[in-house]
């Protein structure tokens, strides 16, 4: 295989205007952005931001209260969506009197057509569990590995998976995440990871999608985003930010003692006395989560490209 | 058959595509890697490592492009050129020197920091103050 993975001109998911409610709250408000197909994209956000929210309407299982949301080209949850679509939910619902060889034939009965039993068996191997387990007697963690495996086991095309790691010890949590880099190349997978684990996330995901706040605060290739940020760290003892960053987009400014760090987006050369590097993912976003005021921006590929008359709700 | 193993380290502060490139070269150097032998595929390394497998294919075409592998269609990623000197085998004269001089800078007290540090100082003046090579360039005006 040669040929990159991502596929830049298929649209995996991609939101207009989108409003969502939780328990009376605004989970998503007018959230605008789009995932290409064939990327592994982190879905970052405080606790609360609405990443939850945002999977579940992705998934057909929740229903947004305003805006536009497409996935895979048509409706969320439309029949000829729904087949092509996994979802692992954070609390990973499965049935606690199945044995795992039975949650997975129900996969296969639920998916005809679809299902690949080697894959899903893999994954429940790569989990070290016995087929003849009862769902009911695992950890968290190898529930996690169960709920994976049936979710490999669909094929999807879009794979939507909410705090997939979080409980999985550090050898099986690197066999997954393996397996799942392994299927992303293999068959282009796009996959939408919602974690917390910042350094998690490094190397393996090519695309971001930040959201605070029920709002997409960055969108774009990894790459891209860190490459037009800079953090600027330098002497500086005055009060407010230097003059000289006037020309610039300031994300975040502390300044301890007589220290002063910065993010910035730099719209030319930066003037004055600075050491300037390239922030790491954890550091650009870190800056972002700690400044929720700063300007978004969205890469030109994370621009919506639904056909204008559908972009009204 | 698998040539080489990739290790990455997500904490280094090197882009991991560039580990990658920068370990194909150490291979090429080492003679771990000769013309005609096969890099393994986007889809091994991501299953050993669990690195995003566009990663991997990004450094694969900084390696061709550079005329180290090439790509063939359909077969995969070959070697093309070594990076091997006869000079720098694990039998070269030059080799067992070096190792001598190691065994008598340790005899001596010295201990793997002050030997770094010392071999640092003695490669910059042969060689010029050059670091390696980075493509993950800081810039700045002062």
């Given at each position: 295989m040669n040929e990159l993975t991502f596929l830049p001109d298929r649209t995996a998911l991609e939101a207009v205007g989108l409003r969502a409610r939780h328990r009376r709250r605004e989970a998503l408000r007018a959230c605008t952005f789009r995932v290409p197909a064939g990327r592994v994209c982190a879905?970052?956000?405080?606790?609360?931001?609405?990443?939850?929210?945002?999977?579940?309407?992705?998934?057909?299982?929740?229903?947004?209260?305003?805006?536009?949301?497409?996935?895979l080209g048509g409706a969320p949850g439309d029949p000829a969506v729904r087949p092509r679509v996994a979802y692992v939910a954070q609390d990973k619902p499965l049935y606690p009197h199945f044995t795992i060889a039975e949650t997975l034939r129900m996969g296969a009965a639920l998916n005809p057509g679809r299902w690949d039993q080697a894959v899903a068996e893999r994954l429940v191997r790569q989990g070290d569990l016995s087929p003849h387990a009862r769902v009911g007697s695992l950890s968290g963690g190898q529930r996690t590995c169960v709920a994976l495996a049936l979710a490999f086991g669909k094929r999807p095309e879009l794979l939507l998976l909410d705090e997939p790691m979080s409980d999985l010890d550090p050898l099986v949590r690197h066999g997954m995440m393996a397996a799942l880099m392994a299927e992303a190349a293999e068959r282009a997978t796009t996959v939408v990871i919602?974690?917390?684990?910042?350094s998690e996330l490094e190397g393996v995901c090519d695309y971001l999608l930040l959201i605070a706040d029920g709002r997409v605060r960055l969108a774009g290739e990894v790459e891209d985003l860190i490459s037009v940020h800079r953090l600027v760290v330098g002497r500086y003892e005055d009060v407010g930010t230097p003059r000289e960053f006037a020309a610039h987009t300031i994300v975040e400014a502390r300044t301890t003692g007589r220290q002063l760090t910065a993010l910035i987006r730099p719209e030319g050369p930066i003037s004055g006395t600075w050491e300037i590097t390239e922030p790491s993912l954890e550091e650009l976003l870190l800056g972002h989560l700690r400044a929720p005021g700063a300007p978004a921006l969205l890469a030109p590929s994370a621009e919506p490209r639904m056909p204008a008359s559908r972009w009204a709700a | 058959m698998r040539v080489v193993e990739f290790r990455i380290d997500r904490r280094s502060g090197v882009a991991t595509y560039l580990q990658i490139v920068h370990q194909v070269e150490q291979a090429l150097r080492l003679g771990l890697l000769a013309p005609g032998d096969k890099l393994?595929?986007?889809?091994?390394?991501?299953?050993a490592t669990a690195i995003n497998p566009n990663t991997v294919l990004k450094a694969y075409r900084e390696l061709d492009r550079a005329g180290l592998v090439e790509a063939r269609p359909g077969l995969g990623t070959f070697v093309r050129k070594s990076l091997a000197r006869p000079g720098a085998a694990a039998d070269s004269p030059l080799r067992a020197e070096l190792a001598d001089w190691m065994?008598?800078?340790?005899?001596?007290?010295?201990?793997?920091?002050?030997?770094?540090?010392?071999?640092a100082a003695v490669l910059a003046e042969a060689f010029g103050d050059h670091a390696p090579a980075d493509h993950h360039a800081t810039e700045g005006t002062a």
């Open positions: 879905l970052v956000g405080p606790n609360g931001a609405g990443k939850s929210t945002l999977l579940a309407l992705a998934a057909g299982l929740r229903r947004s209260s305003g805006g536009r949301l497409r996935v919602a974690s917390h684990i910042l | 393994p595929t986007a889809k091994e390394v991501v299953a065994t008598r800078a340790r005899a001596a007290g010295l201990d793997r920091e002050d030997v770094a540090a010392l071999a």
